[in-house]
Protein backbone atom coordinates (compact mmCIF):
# COMPACT_ATOMS: atom_id res chain seq x y z
CA UNK A 1 0.00 0.00 0.00
CA UNK A 2 1.13 3.43 -1.31
CA UNK A 3 1.77 5.81 1.85
CA UNK A 4 0.57 9.15 0.99
CA UNK A 5 3.30 10.53 3.16
CA UNK A 6 6.29 9.51 1.00
CA UNK A 7 5.32 9.17 -2.57
CA UNK A 8 6.67 12.18 -3.60
CA UNK A 9 10.05 10.62 -2.64
CA UNK A 10 9.07 7.34 -4.67
CA UNK A 11 7.59 9.11 -7.81
CA UNK A 12 10.39 12.48 -8.14
CA UNK A 13 13.63 10.75 -6.35
CA UNK A 14 16.30 9.11 -7.74
CA UNK A 15 16.15 5.67 -7.17
CA UNK A 16 19.58 5.67 -5.82
CA UNK A 17 18.03 6.88 -2.24
CA UNK A 18 18.74 3.75 0.30
CA UNK A 19 18.65 5.23 4.20
CA UNK A 20 15.23 6.01 3.69
CA UNK A 21 14.29 2.82 2.16
CA UNK A 22 15.47 1.22 5.06
CA UNK A 23 13.98 3.71 7.53
CA UNK A 24 10.35 4.60 5.68
CA UNK A 25 8.85 7.33 7.82
CA UNK A 26 9.32 11.33 7.57
CA UNK A 27 11.16 12.90 10.44
CA UNK A 28 10.20 16.32 11.21
CA UNK A 29 12.59 17.81 14.36
CA UNK A 30 15.75 16.31 16.30
CA UNK A 31 17.00 17.23 19.71
CA UNK A 32 20.40 15.59 20.76
CA UNK A 33 20.42 11.51 20.62
CA UNK A 34 16.70 11.61 19.09
CA UNK A 35 14.68 12.35 15.67
CA UNK A 36 10.86 12.26 15.88
CA UNK A 37 8.50 11.92 13.13
CA UNK A 38 5.70 14.37 11.72
CA UNK A 39 3.46 11.97 13.58
CA UNK A 40 5.10 12.72 16.95
CA UNK A 41 7.03 9.23 16.82
CA UNK A 42 10.42 9.51 18.71
CA UNK A 43 13.82 7.67 17.19
CA UNK A 44 16.85 6.78 19.47
CA UNK A 45 19.49 7.74 16.83
CA UNK A 46 22.89 5.77 16.99
CA UNK A 47 23.67 6.81 13.37
CA UNK A 48 24.52 10.76 14.18
CA UNK A 49 24.20 11.36 10.49
CA UNK A 50 26.76 8.67 9.76
CA UNK A 51 29.21 10.59 11.95
CA UNK A 52 28.27 13.86 10.96
CA UNK A 53 26.36 14.69 14.29
CA UNK A 54 29.12 14.44 17.03
CA UNK A 55 27.58 16.41 19.55
CA UNK A 56 24.03 15.65 19.06
CA UNK A 57 20.98 16.70 16.71
CA UNK A 58 20.36 20.82 17.07
CA UNK A 59 23.39 21.41 19.87
CA UNK A 60 21.89 24.24 21.78
CA UNK A 61 25.46 26.25 21.90
CA UNK A 62 26.00 25.69 18.40
CA UNK A 63 22.50 26.82 17.59
CA UNK A 64 23.04 29.76 19.53
CA UNK A 65 26.07 30.80 17.81
CA UNK A 66 25.02 29.85 14.19
CA UNK A 67 21.30 31.63 14.78
CA UNK A 68 23.52 34.97 16.46
CA UNK A 69 25.43 34.98 13.35
CA UNK A 70 22.89 34.46 10.79
CA UNK A 71 20.55 37.13 12.48
CA UNK A 72 23.77 39.79 12.72
CA UNK A 73 24.01 39.20 8.14
CA UNK A 74 27.19 37.36 8.32
CA UNK A 75 28.82 36.38 5.49
CA UNK A 76 27.50 32.98 4.51
CA UNK A 77 29.53 32.37 1.12
CA UNK A 78 32.71 33.64 0.41
CA UNK A 79 35.26 31.11 -1.50
CA UNK A 80 38.45 31.56 -0.10
CA UNK A 81 38.07 35.61 0.82
CA UNK A 82 39.26 36.44 4.25
CA UNK A 83 36.17 36.30 6.94
CA UNK A 84 36.03 37.02 10.54
CA UNK A 85 34.18 33.46 10.25
CA UNK A 86 37.03 32.01 8.97
CA UNK A 87 39.82 33.72 11.39
CA UNK A 88 37.69 32.49 14.28
CA UNK A 89 37.66 29.16 13.29
CA UNK A 90 41.49 28.82 12.02
CA UNK A 91 42.61 30.27 15.57
CA UNK A 92 40.46 27.99 17.13
CA UNK A 93 41.70 24.67 15.56
CA UNK A 94 45.34 26.04 15.69
CA UNK A 95 45.03 26.98 19.27
CA UNK A 96 43.36 23.82 20.58
CA UNK A 97 44.47 21.25 18.19
CA UNK A 98 47.59 21.46 16.27
CA UNK A 99 49.51 23.37 18.97
CA UNK A 100 48.75 21.05 21.93
CA UNK A 101 49.90 18.25 19.75
CA UNK A 102 52.95 19.76 18.17
CA UNK A 103 51.62 19.79 14.47
CA UNK A 104 52.55 22.47 12.02
CA UNK A 105 50.19 21.06 9.49
CA UNK A 106 48.84 23.64 7.14
CA UNK A 107 44.92 23.98 6.35
CA UNK A 108 43.56 23.65 3.27
CA UNK A 109 39.54 24.22 2.66
CA UNK A 110 38.82 21.62 -0.24
CA UNK A 111 35.14 21.78 -0.29
CA UNK A 112 32.38 20.37 1.73
CA UNK A 113 32.34 17.03 1.56
CA UNK A 114 34.98 14.31 2.90
CA UNK A 115 35.20 12.97 -0.72
CA UNK A 116 37.01 16.54 -1.45
CA UNK A 117 39.37 15.67 1.36
CA UNK A 118 40.18 13.13 0.42
CA UNK A 119 40.70 14.06 -3.49
CA UNK A 120 42.65 16.59 -2.40
CA UNK A 121 45.16 14.87 -0.27
CA UNK A 122 45.60 12.39 -3.14
CA UNK A 123 46.36 15.60 -5.54
CA UNK A 124 48.73 16.92 -3.12
CA UNK A 125 50.35 13.83 -2.55
CA UNK A 126 50.77 13.16 -6.48
CA UNK A 127 52.00 16.74 -6.83
CA UNK A 128 54.62 17.03 -3.93
CA UNK A 129 56.58 13.53 -5.26
CA UNK A 130 55.64 13.71 -9.10
CA UNK A 131 53.81 9.77 -8.56
CA UNK A 132 51.06 8.64 -9.29
CA UNK A 133 50.02 5.48 -7.65
CA UNK A 134 48.32 5.19 -4.11
CA UNK A 135 48.23 2.14 -2.02
CA UNK A 136 44.92 1.65 -0.59
CA UNK A 137 43.67 -1.31 1.70
CA UNK A 138 41.00 -4.19 1.58
CA UNK A 139 37.83 -3.22 2.63
CA UNK A 140 38.70 0.85 2.56
CA UNK A 141 35.81 3.42 1.77
CA UNK A 142 37.11 6.92 0.85
CA UNK A 143 34.35 8.67 -0.87
CA UNK A 144 32.18 8.28 -3.94
CA UNK A 145 34.00 10.77 -6.87
CA UNK A 146 36.25 9.00 -9.11
CA UNK A 147 39.94 9.53 -7.06
CA UNK A 148 38.44 8.32 -3.83
CA UNK A 149 37.06 5.49 -5.86
CA UNK A 150 40.10 4.51 -7.10
CA UNK A 151 41.41 3.74 -3.14
CA UNK A 152 37.82 1.92 -2.24
CA UNK A 153 37.96 -1.66 -1.70
CA UNK A 154 34.11 -2.22 -2.07
CA UNK A 155 33.17 -3.86 -5.44
CA UNK A 156 29.60 -2.57 -5.29
CA UNK A 157 30.30 1.22 -4.91
CA UNK A 158 33.38 0.92 -7.12
CA UNK A 159 31.38 -0.33 -10.05
CA UNK A 160 29.02 2.64 -9.79
CA UNK A 161 31.59 4.67 -11.42
CA UNK A 162 31.22 3.34 -14.84
CA UNK A 163 34.94 3.37 -16.01
CA UNK A 164 37.79 1.98 -14.93
CA UNK A 165 39.52 3.34 -12.15
CA UNK A 166 43.41 3.99 -12.09
CA UNK A 167 46.69 4.83 -9.95
CA UNK A 168 45.74 2.56 -7.07
CA UNK A 169 46.99 -0.47 -5.33
CA UNK A 170 45.36 -2.79 -2.67
CA UNK A 171 47.16 -3.71 -0.24
CA UNK A 172 46.12 -6.10 2.80
CA UNK A 173 44.42 -4.35 5.96
CA UNK A 174 45.96 -5.38 9.34
CA UNK A 175 44.59 -9.40 10.57
CA UNK A 176 43.12 -9.40 6.56
CA UNK A 177 46.11 -12.41 5.77
CA UNK A 178 48.46 -13.53 9.31
CA UNK A 179 47.41 -10.36 11.34
CA UNK A 180 50.69 -9.48 12.20
CA UNK A 181 53.08 -6.73 10.64
CA UNK A 182 54.41 -9.32 8.20
CA UNK A 183 52.16 -8.44 6.44
CA UNK A 184 54.06 -5.51 5.03
CA UNK A 185 56.92 -7.48 3.82
CA UNK A 186 55.17 -7.76 0.67
CA UNK A 187 54.77 -4.17 -0.05
CA UNK A 188 58.57 -3.47 1.15
CA UNK A 189 59.85 -5.56 -1.73
CA UNK A 190 58.16 -4.44 -4.53
CA UNK A 191 58.97 -0.76 -2.85
CA UNK A 192 62.71 -2.07 -2.71
CA UNK A 193 62.65 -4.26 -6.07
CA UNK A 194 62.97 -2.14 -9.28
CA UNK A 195 62.03 -5.05 -11.19
CA UNK A 196 59.13 -5.76 -9.03
CA UNK A 197 56.61 -4.13 -12.12
CA UNK A 198 55.30 -1.85 -9.39
CA UNK A 199 56.90 1.84 -9.19
CA UNK A 200 57.17 3.39 -5.92
CA UNK A 201 53.63 5.06 -4.49
CA UNK A 202 53.49 8.89 -3.81
CA UNK A 203 51.32 7.97 -0.78
CA UNK A 204 49.53 5.51 1.60
CA UNK A 205 46.29 5.79 2.79
CA UNK A 206 44.64 4.16 5.08
CA UNK A 207 41.69 4.40 8.16
CA UNK A 208 42.73 4.15 11.75
CA UNK A 209 39.43 2.77 11.83
CA UNK A 210 37.19 0.97 8.73
CA UNK A 211 34.01 2.62 9.25
CA UNK A 212 31.98 1.59 6.14
CA UNK A 213 34.35 -1.34 5.73
CA UNK A 214 33.22 -3.68 8.59
CA UNK A 215 34.55 -1.72 12.00
CA UNK A 216 37.98 -3.39 11.29
CA UNK A 217 40.48 -1.22 13.79
CA UNK A 218 44.30 -1.70 12.65
CA UNK A 219 46.44 -2.09 16.05
CA UNK A 220 48.70 0.49 17.12
CA UNK A 221 51.79 -1.51 16.39
CA UNK A 222 50.49 -2.28 12.35
CA UNK A 223 50.11 1.54 11.89
CA UNK A 224 53.68 2.71 13.65
CA UNK A 225 55.63 -0.31 11.20
CA UNK A 226 53.42 1.42 8.04
CA UNK A 227 54.45 5.31 9.35
CA UNK A 228 58.14 3.60 9.26
CA UNK A 229 57.75 1.63 6.30
CA UNK A 230 56.55 5.03 4.54
CA UNK A 231 59.12 6.79 5.83
CA UNK A 232 61.78 4.42 4.81
CA UNK A 233 60.87 4.96 0.73
CA UNK A 234 59.85 8.44 1.39
CA UNK A 235 56.13 7.50 0.54
CA UNK A 236 53.71 9.89 2.11
CA UNK A 237 51.30 9.22 4.55
CA UNK A 238 47.58 9.70 4.62
CA UNK A 239 45.08 9.10 7.38
CA UNK A 240 41.83 9.48 6.74
CA UNK A 241 39.80 10.62 9.54
CA UNK A 242 36.74 11.72 8.02
CA UNK A 243 34.54 9.55 9.93
CA UNK A 244 36.94 8.41 12.77
CA UNK A 245 38.29 11.88 13.65
CA UNK A 246 36.40 14.89 15.72
CA UNK A 247 36.32 12.23 18.92
CA UNK A 248 34.81 9.21 17.50
CA UNK A 249 37.33 7.01 18.51
CA UNK A 250 37.97 9.19 22.41
CA UNK A 251 40.65 11.66 21.26
CA UNK A 252 40.35 14.32 18.38
CA UNK A 253 42.26 12.47 15.93
CA UNK A 254 41.81 8.65 15.94
CA UNK A 255 45.69 7.91 15.64
CA UNK A 256 46.73 10.02 18.90
CA UNK A 257 47.35 7.01 21.09
CA UNK A 258 49.68 4.95 18.55
CA UNK A 259 51.91 7.84 17.88
CA UNK A 260 51.67 8.57 14.48
CA UNK A 261 52.55 11.65 12.80
CA UNK A 262 50.98 11.70 9.51
CA UNK A 263 52.06 13.78 6.39
CA UNK A 264 48.31 14.29 5.07
CA UNK A 265 45.42 14.57 7.09
CA UNK A 266 41.25 14.16 6.04
CA UNK A 267 38.47 15.62 8.21
CA UNK A 268 35.22 16.29 7.38
CA UNK A 269 31.60 15.24 9.22
CA UNK A 270 31.78 16.46 12.35
CA UNK A 271 34.35 19.18 11.64
CA UNK A 272 31.60 21.77 11.59
CA UNK A 273 30.01 20.55 14.69
CA UNK A 274 26.33 21.32 13.60
CA UNK A 275 26.35 18.84 10.78
CA UNK A 276 27.15 21.79 7.83
CA UNK A 277 28.91 20.77 5.26
CA UNK A 278 33.17 21.49 5.79
CA UNK A 279 35.69 20.09 5.30
CA UNK A 280 39.32 20.08 5.76
CA UNK A 281 42.91 18.51 4.23
CA UNK A 282 45.50 19.08 6.70
CA UNK A 283 49.26 18.53 5.15
CA UNK A 284 52.57 19.79 6.38
CA UNK A 285 54.19 22.71 5.10
CA UNK A 286 56.68 21.00 2.92
CA UNK A 287 54.30 19.30 1.07
CA UNK A 288 51.91 22.41 0.51
CA UNK A 289 53.02 22.82 -3.25
CA UNK A 290 49.51 24.69 -4.81
CA UNK A 291 49.85 27.57 -6.85
CA UNK A 292 47.12 30.10 -5.94
CA UNK A 293 43.91 28.62 -7.67
CA UNK A 294 45.22 25.39 -8.84
CA UNK A 295 42.84 23.75 -6.67
CA UNK A 296 39.28 24.88 -5.66
CA UNK A 297 36.03 25.28 -4.80
CA UNK A 298 32.59 27.18 -4.92
CA UNK A 299 31.57 25.87 -1.66
CA UNK A 300 35.22 25.97 0.42
CA UNK A 301 33.92 29.00 1.78
CA UNK A 302 30.82 28.10 3.87
CA UNK A 303 31.07 30.59 6.98
CA UNK A 304 28.14 29.39 9.03
CA UNK A 305 30.02 25.40 9.46
CA UNK A 306 33.49 27.78 10.41
CA UNK A 307 31.12 29.62 13.23
CA UNK A 308 29.41 25.82 14.34
CA UNK A 309 32.94 24.56 14.09
CA UNK A 310 34.96 27.05 15.84
CA UNK A 311 32.35 26.88 19.02
CA UNK A 312 32.39 23.33 19.13
CA UNK A 313 35.95 23.86 19.44
CA UNK A 314 35.94 25.92 22.35
CA UNK A 315 33.01 24.11 23.81
CA UNK A 316 34.44 20.95 23.99
CA UNK A 317 37.86 20.68 23.06
CA UNK A 318 39.66 23.15 25.85
CA UNK A 319 39.74 20.62 28.30
CA UNK A 320 39.23 16.58 28.78
CA UNK A 321 35.42 16.85 29.85
CA UNK A 322 34.02 15.67 26.97
CA UNK A 323 36.99 12.67 26.09
CA UNK A 324 36.26 11.67 29.84
CA UNK A 325 32.21 11.53 28.75
CA UNK A 326 33.35 9.37 25.32
CA UNK A 327 36.04 6.72 27.66
CA UNK A 328 32.85 6.39 30.20
CA UNK A 329 30.31 5.84 27.63
CA UNK A 330 32.25 3.33 25.83
CA UNK A 331 33.54 1.29 28.28
CA UNK A 332 29.77 1.07 28.78
CA UNK A 333 28.78 0.37 25.30
CA UNK A 334 31.97 -2.06 25.18
CA UNK A 335 30.36 -4.40 28.11
CA UNK A 336 26.89 -4.70 26.59
CA UNK A 337 27.86 -5.07 22.84
CA UNK A 338 30.21 -8.09 24.29
CA UNK A 339 26.76 -8.91 26.07
CA UNK A 340 25.36 -9.32 22.30
CA UNK A 341 28.44 -11.19 20.05
CA UNK A 342 27.92 -13.43 23.12
CA UNK A 343 24.44 -14.52 22.29
CA UNK A 344 26.04 -15.88 18.53
CA UNK A 345 28.51 -18.08 17.96
CA UNK A 346 31.91 -16.55 15.73
CA UNK A 347 30.33 -12.96 16.29
CA UNK A 348 32.77 -10.65 17.51
CA UNK A 349 33.32 -6.77 18.79
CA UNK A 350 34.59 -4.42 16.07
CA UNK A 351 35.98 -0.53 16.34
CA UNK A 352 37.27 1.60 19.03
CA UNK A 353 35.23 4.25 21.38
CA UNK A 354 32.10 5.28 20.32
CA UNK A 355 32.40 3.55 16.46
CA UNK A 356 32.11 -0.08 17.50
CA UNK A 357 29.70 -2.87 17.01
CA UNK A 358 29.34 -6.44 16.68
CA UNK A 359 30.54 -8.71 13.50
CA UNK A 360 27.67 -11.83 12.87
CA UNK A 361 28.99 -15.29 11.17
CA UNK A 362 25.62 -15.40 9.84
CA UNK A 363 25.71 -12.63 7.26
CA UNK A 364 21.58 -12.09 6.66
CA UNK A 365 21.70 -11.52 10.72
CA UNK A 366 22.92 -7.68 10.97
CA UNK A 367 20.60 -6.76 8.78
CA UNK A 368 17.80 -8.33 10.43
CA UNK A 369 18.86 -6.85 13.50
CA UNK A 370 18.84 -3.16 12.34
CA UNK A 371 15.31 -3.84 10.90
CA UNK A 372 14.05 -4.87 14.47
CA UNK A 373 15.49 -1.53 15.95
CA UNK A 374 14.28 0.23 13.97
CA UNK A 375 10.93 -1.57 14.66
CA UNK A 376 11.55 -0.42 18.29
CA UNK A 377 12.23 2.81 17.32
CA UNK A 378 15.92 2.31 17.24
CA UNK A 379 18.07 3.46 14.54
CA UNK A 380 21.43 1.76 13.07
CA UNK A 381 23.45 0.65 10.49
CA UNK A 382 25.13 -1.98 9.11
CA UNK A 383 28.96 -1.79 7.73
CA UNK A 384 30.91 -4.31 6.18
CA UNK A 385 31.37 -5.99 2.98
CA UNK A 386 28.44 -7.85 3.35
CA UNK A 387 26.57 -5.46 5.67
CA UNK A 388 27.34 -8.32 8.59
CA UNK A 389 28.41 -5.69 11.24
CA UNK A 390 25.84 -3.99 13.74
CA UNK A 391 27.23 -0.19 13.24
CA UNK A 392 26.56 1.92 17.01
CA UNK A 393 27.33 5.50 16.54
CA UNK A 394 25.91 7.64 19.24
CA UNK A 395 26.67 11.19 19.72
CA UNK A 396 29.66 11.62 21.71
CA UNK A 397 27.49 13.62 24.17
CA UNK A 398 25.19 11.27 24.85
CA UNK A 399 24.07 10.45 28.89
CA UNK A 400 24.61 7.45 30.51
CA UNK A 401 21.05 6.82 30.66
CA UNK A 402 20.27 7.90 26.91
CA UNK A 403 22.96 5.13 26.08
CA UNK A 404 21.71 2.33 28.86
CA UNK A 405 17.92 2.44 26.87
CA UNK A 406 18.91 2.49 23.11
CA UNK A 407 21.00 -0.30 24.03
CA UNK A 408 17.96 -1.88 25.48
CA UNK A 409 16.50 -1.50 22.56
CA UNK A 410 19.49 -2.43 20.73
CA UNK A 411 19.61 -6.14 22.71
CA UNK A 412 15.75 -6.92 22.71
CA UNK A 413 16.29 -6.75 18.87
CA UNK A 414 18.95 -8.61 18.64
CA UNK A 415 17.33 -11.59 21.42
CA UNK A 416 14.77 -11.26 19.00
CA UNK A 417 16.24 -11.87 16.14
CA UNK A 418 18.65 -15.09 17.25
CA UNK A 419 15.77 -16.27 19.35
CA UNK A 420 17.75 -15.61 22.71
CA UNK A 421 15.68 -15.24 25.93
CA UNK A 422 14.64 -11.97 26.74
CA UNK A 423 16.43 -9.73 28.21
CA UNK A 424 16.21 -9.47 32.13
CA UNK A 425 14.64 -6.48 33.35
CA UNK A 426 14.35 -5.45 37.33
Known amino acids: MSNPATAIFAERESEVRSYCRNWPVVFDTSKGPYQTTEDGERYTDFFSGA ?8 NDILKEALIEYVSRDGVTHSMDMHTK ?3 EFL ?12 MTHKIQFPGPTGTNAVETALKTARKATGREDVVHFTNAFHGMTLGSLAVTGNAFKRAGAGTPLYHATAAPYDDYIVGETSDFAWLKRIWADSGSGTSLPAAVIVETVQGEGGLKAARGEWLKELQDLCREYGVLMIVDDVQ ?9 FSFEDFGLDPDIITLSKSISGYGLPMALTLMKPEIDDWEPG ?3 GTFRGHNPAFVTGAKALRTYWADD ?27 ELRGRG ?17 KAAFARKLLVETSGPSSEVVKIMPPLTITKDELAAGLDQLEDATREVLGAPARATA
Open 294 to 296: EHN
Open 321 to 347: TLEKNIAARAQELTERLEVLAGLAEGS
Open 91 to 102: EAFTELILEPRG
Open 85 to 87: AKR
Open 51 to 58: GALNYGHN
Open 354 to 370: LLSGVAFADLEVAEKIA
Open 244 to 252: AGCGRTGTF
